[in-house]
């Protein structure tokens, strides 16, 4: 199924979870921030969170330095 993902258009199978998808990118989940469709989700929803037709997702990660 087609979602959009930071703009660009991406294929997942069904049932895919929001953290099985960081993992297929290997983005590690506590690094990130992940708003679907205008809304920022918490990191516990990550694994029950299923991807749905057309969802946009945004994600952000997070980068140290000094």
Do not use: P, W, Y
């Not at 998808?21 to 205008?38: A, K, S, Y």
């Not at 991807?51 to 997070?62: A, G, H, M, P, Y």
């Amino acid at each position: 199924m087609k979602i959009i993902v930071n703009g660009e258009e991406k294929n997942v199978q069904s049932g895919t979870t929001v953290q099985t998808f960081l993992d297929m990118l290997d983005i590690e989940g506590r690094t990130v921030v992940v708003e679907r469709n205008g809304e920022i989700h918490a990191h516990s929803d990550f694994r029950t969170l299923e991807l749905c037709v057309d969802d946009q997702l945004e994600i952000v990660r997070f980068l140290g330095g000094g």
